[in-house]
Nanobody
Framework: QLQLVESGGGLVQPGGSLRLSCAAS????????IGWFRQAPGKEREGVSC????????NYADSVKGRFTISRDNARRTVYLQMNSLKPEDTAVYYC?????????????????WGQGTQVTVSS
């Protein structure tokens, strides 16, 4: 059974950091590009970052550039999203997703497998 499980969310103060993990089970990540998305209440799901199958290409939403870093460890079947200098507007449920496309895509419709999400709340 193909499964993605996110972890690492929580409550953090503005300016703080969190590292999200996306662990795959039932399949190897080697052949998938991975994206991180987020959805705040009342808003559409938006792309945050993605990393290509090889890890050689990454993309970031303008709103997180310079603050978030995506990385992958295929041996551990895990993709990470390091989030620094967090802002209240980063509050959302964060999802990871996998696509057989070899390149990054910021479109949710491009992704075949989704995790259940992890809540990130940035508040003082």
């Amino acid at each position: 059974q193909l499964q993605l499980v996110e972890s690492g969310g929580g409550l953090v103060q503005p300016g703080g950091s969190l590292r999200l993990s996306c662990a795959a089970s039932g399949f190897t990540l080697d052949y998938y590009a991975i994206g991180w998305f987020r959805q705040a209440p009342g808003k559409e799901r938006e792309g945050v970052s993605c990393i290509s199958m090889s890890g050689g290409s990454t993309n970031y939403a303008d709103s997180v550039k310079g603050r978030f870093t995506i990385s992958r460890d295929n041996a551990r079947r895990t993709v990470y999203l390091q989030m620094n200098s967090l802002k209240p507007e980063d509050t959302a449920v964060y999802y990871c997703a996998a696509t057989l496309l070899t390149y990054c895509s910021g479109q949710p419709s491009s992704y075949h497998h989704w995790g259940q999400g992890t809540q990130v709340t940035v508040s003082s």
